[in-house]
């Protein structure tokens, strides 16, 4: 990732009645919200894998894939449960789940360069079964679907920073989650751009909230805070109206 980018929080070192109104708005909009940029991250980390086998950065640290296989197999997941990985990057976390023993996985993403790196690196370390599809989860056309588990490490915080049609990319997203989940199925996201307070209003809409993983903490101003959010969803069960 770039190490100069802004910071895309809006919610730190703010007044009572400021961080109230921030619950209720989103923050600014990123060149990390736009299609052209991850193309370009991906890109570079998919040339430097070809040159030297470097794999790339891992989005949020390998303690962000690691709080979630350990949620993972205290929950006795089955190894059999269907996994999508929604905005896989470099396959890295397709690769820990491989490695914890799953084994019916597929990943996405709307970066080629993305799916070609991962379909490189699952090759390095023979992982052929593992499916990578070149996809944007805004526009799948109902084609994913019977889900047992859904991860989400970053994409849903990439699509509130995009410029274009913000507020409409974010409905969209909890829409085509819902289509993807099984009934019951389990959503767990990560985001570094919204508090826990924010996603559980966001997801309040055909989820159940499940569990809170712990995360680091920090404290500033006298009151404390998570640089991380990573929570548990539930797939409600769909509803239809009396005739």
């Given at each position: 990732m770039d190490d100069n980018i802004e910071d895309p929080h809006a919610c730190e070192n703010i007044s009572d009645q400021?961080?109230?109104?921030?619950?209720?708005?989103?923050?600014?909009?990123?060149?990390?919200?736009?299609?052209?940029?991850?193309?370009?991250?991906?890109?570079?980390?998919?040339?430097?894998?070809?040159?030297?086998?470097?794999?790339?950065?891992?989005?949020?640290?390998?303690?962000?894939?690691?709080?979630?296989?350990?949620?993972?197999?205290?929950?006795?997941?089955?190894?059999?449960a269907a996994i999508l990985d929604i905005g896989t990057g470099n396959a890295a976390f397709l690769i820990e789940l491989a490695r914890h023993g799953y084994r019916n996985l597929m990943g996405i993403d709307y970066s080629p360069a993305s799916v070609e790196l991962a379909r490189n690196v699952l090759q390095a370390e023979d992982l052929t079964d593992v499916i990578v599809k070149e996809m944007d989860f805004l526009n799948?056309?109902?084609?994913?679907?019977?889900?047992?588990?859904?991860?989400?490490?970053?994409?849903?915080?990439?699509?509130?920073?995009?410029?274009?049609?913000?507020?409409?990319?974010k409905e969209l997203y909890v829409q085509t989650l819902r289509g993807a989940l099984k009934e019951g199925g389990?959503?767990?996201?990560?985001?570094?751009?919204?508090?826990?307070?924010?996603?559980?209003?966001?997801?309040?809409?055909g989820f159940q909230f499940e569990q809170e993983l712990p995360t680091p903490s920090f404290q500033f101003?006298?009151?404390?805070?998570?640089?991380?959010?990573?929570?548990?969803?539930?797939?409600?069960?769909?509803v239809f109206p009396d005739p």
């Open positions: 400021e961080e109230d109104n921030c619950l209720q708005n989103d923050f600014k909009t990123s060149k990390l919200g736009t299609k052209d940029y991850w193309e370009s991250v991906y890109q570079k980390e998919l040339e430097t894998f070809k040159d030297i086998g470097d794999v790339g950065e891992i989005w949020f640290g390998e303690e962000s894939m690691s709080r979630v296989l350990h949620w993972m197999d205290k929950s006795k997941i089955p190894e059999n799948c056309q109902g084609e994913l679907k019977d889900f047992d588990i859904c991860i989400d490490k970053g994409t849903f915080d990439a699509i509130s920073l995009n410029p274009e049609k913000t507020e409409e990319g389990i959503f767990a996201l990560t985001s570094c751009n919204w508090t826990k307070e924010q996603l559980l209003s966001r997801f309040r809409e101003g006298g009151k404390k805070g998570n640089s991380v959010t990573a929570l548990i969803f539930k797939r409600d069960p769909l």
